[in-house]
């Protein structure tokens, strides 16, 4: 082409292998440069697209990034965008199907004894249609019972009720989110047993959320209660939010692409050969009102 | 906190991110990246501000 193409800046790039940066790049957008020494450009890669991408998760309260599992092509739109930042979008596909199995359903009773920090209100309703709301935050207890053949649940909230110490117990009236969902809160109900400072006609309620773990929510699908909530809550900023994990996934197949191919505009290093300066030195001398002067072309290549 | 924030304010850093990892992805050496990045992040907002400036404009009185 008339290029002589300097070894110092393409060395790296030529000397590993373009497969492994490649899917390295993919991976964990960075990681590809990084291993063919590209020190610089991986630090822009790495946190400008994971930035966006976990930017838009904490924005979308981590209900942003996965998979419908009820898509008859197997796969969401926006998670074709998604999934090209790589490792942390992937795991959608296994939540995905977690998320789908059948026993994944909310729950009225409980297996198992069950202790996490709450957070949420206690609705007192009645009598008549008055409707009180205290904000609670403590700890919850329940374990199962049985009582006279039904499967139920007793326990205990201990923490404070609008600032002020309480205890309350519980009893009947469960209601727990599935396990696997969307979000890292896990909605909770669950009746307070009646106190004698109650009035004969009004009912007590607890409604909140546990934490969920990590593994259960972290890329799984929301169902649309949890679709409708977010929504309503943060309107435009979860389109926003899945935006940003989308274009997080199209900025990375640039640097996949830069991992394999270089950079699409040339190393910026490239030297004329002989016969070249001498075609621009022909060029320039064959206009002589123009002013400006024949500059070395080093950078000319480069130039869009 | 962040939802007080008007959504329009986060097209900022979005195109500042878009604007590196582009030129990042166009060239090689770091202060051409820099420079290129830099005239193309003021590009865009260049041209957004333009766009808000006319529909502002179309929106006036009503």
Request: some cysteine.
């Amino acid at each position: 082409m008339g290029v002589v193409q300097s070894a110092e800046r393409r060395r790296p790039w030529e000397e590993k292998n373009v497969v492994v940066a490649g899917v390295l790049a993919y991976l964990i957008p960075g990681a590809g440069h990084l291993y063919q020494g590209r020190l610089f450009k991986a630090a822009i890669y790495f946190f400008c697209i994971l930035g966006t991408f976990f930017g838009g998760m904490k924005l979308g309260e981590g209900a942003v990034v996965y998979n419908s599992p009820n898509n008859k092509l197997g796969v969401s739109l926006q998670f074709l965008a998604q999934v090209c930042v790589g490792l942390p979008a992937l795991p959608a596909v296994q939540q995905a199907k977690r998320a789908g199995a059948p026993n994944n359903q909310p729950m009225h009773e409980l297996r198992h004894p069950l202790a996490a920090p709450f957070t949420g209100q206690l609705v007192t309703s009645g009598p008549g249609d008055e409707i009180h709301f205290g904000a609670l935050e403590g700890r919850i207890e329940l374990q199962p019972a049985n009582e006279s053949g039904f499967a139920d649940v007793r326990g205990k909230f201990t923490g404070t009720l609008d600032g002020k110490p309480v205890d309350l117990d519980l009893s009947g009236g469960f209601l727990i989110d599935r396990p696997i969902g969307a979000g890292f809160q896990r909605k909770l109900s669950c009746g307070v047993a009646r106190g004698t400072d109650l009035h004969p006609l009004a009912s007590q309620t607890i409604r909140g959320s546990i934490p969920r773990s990590l593994i259960d929510a972290y890329a799984a699908p929301p169902d649309a209660a949890t679709l409708h909530d977010l929504h309503g809550r943060l309107g435009k900023f979860y389109d926003l939010a899945i935006a940003l994990t989308m274009i997080a996934g199209l900025l990375n197949i640039l640097a996949v692409w830069d991992a394999i191919e270089g950079p699409a505009y040339g190393f910026g290093d490239e030297v004329l050969t002989a016969d070249d300066e001498a075609a621009q030195v022909t060029a320039s001398a064959s206009k002589p009102s123009d002013p400006s002067p024949a500059t070395g072309a080093a950078t000319a290549p480069a130039r869009r | 906190m962040l939802a007080d924030l008007n959504v329009s304010w986060y097209l900022l850093p979005l195109a500042a991110v878009i604007s590196l990892v582009y030129s990042a992805s166009r060239y090689e050496l770091p202060d051409r990246i820099v420079r290129r990045a830099a005239r193309l992040f003021v590009t865009i907002v260049g041209c957004m501000a333009a766009l808000f400036a006319v529909l502002w404009l179309f929106s006036f009185g009503l």
